[in-house]
């Protein structure tokens, strides 16, 4: 399926993700112009495929390293592939990504591995257009502009549409789950912080790369929604805390992820590295103090 938007800009396409785009898909963006583009293609294969002529001479853009947002660039092994500077080299190799997500020692790494490549075509894309916050391509009759959005992978971008005014946000995503901030260099203050930057783009329409895909109008009440997740998490994790607990005791609560899943040691990583980041976080709050292994509610 696709939504399309006829803008004095041009075609603008959205490719909507299957299994409600949830991960490892996605909604993708697909820009009709002179230099055809494609923000983030990591929908269906066949939807792509019907695009491969036009954009293999295009641009594709990475908004940032996730295989869910990256997985069939290597579709259009012709296009220039743009994303930002600390996100590239992630994209271009498999070790530097299992680094950035911190998972370089772990016993599970081959098993995490080979999904990658074998399950979610994982394919390692040399960026050959680096692009920084403020940066803009001029496509013909639309004009994209790069704006940084820290805190999800160090390099998140989302990508403006000018002359149509419309933003795709890639994975502020305004689900009801909330932000994600499970990788080694996901920051939570930093995606606090793009939530609030967002606020000032003022599109008239916007694009998610998870859940609904198109958002019409002011989304200040969706951000600020989407951003509290973040103190209901905190919140769970300072109740739970009025008992001393480790970190394993927190993590088989499932507070961000809500319940656990399979295979359980990826689970744990994933939802142990959000938990850590919170609990150093309410530790420099003075929220919570830690004893050996043991934290508690200060
Ligand atoms: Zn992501």
Known sequence: MAAAARTPSGEILLLEGEHGARFPDGNCLVIDDEIPTVIDPATRRLDLERYQCKLGMGLVVNT???VDHTRFSSLFAGADLAAHPLDAPAIGSIDVMAHMVGIEDKPWLPIWKSVMIEQWNYTPMEVTRLV???DEICLGKNTIRFIHLPGHTPGNMCVHLLEANEVYLADVDLTPFGPWYGNRYSDIDAFLDSIERVKTLGADRWYTAHGEGVIVGDITDRLDAFASVIDERESRILESLAEPKTL?????????????WDPPEMFDYFEGTMVSKHLARLERAGMVERDGDLFARA
Not at 248 to 260: S, T, W
């Open 64 to 66: 940032h390293y996730h």
């Open 132 to 134: 920084n916050d403020g």
């Open 248 to 260: 394993a005791g927190l993590i088989d609560e499932a507070i961000v992820y809500g319940k656990r």
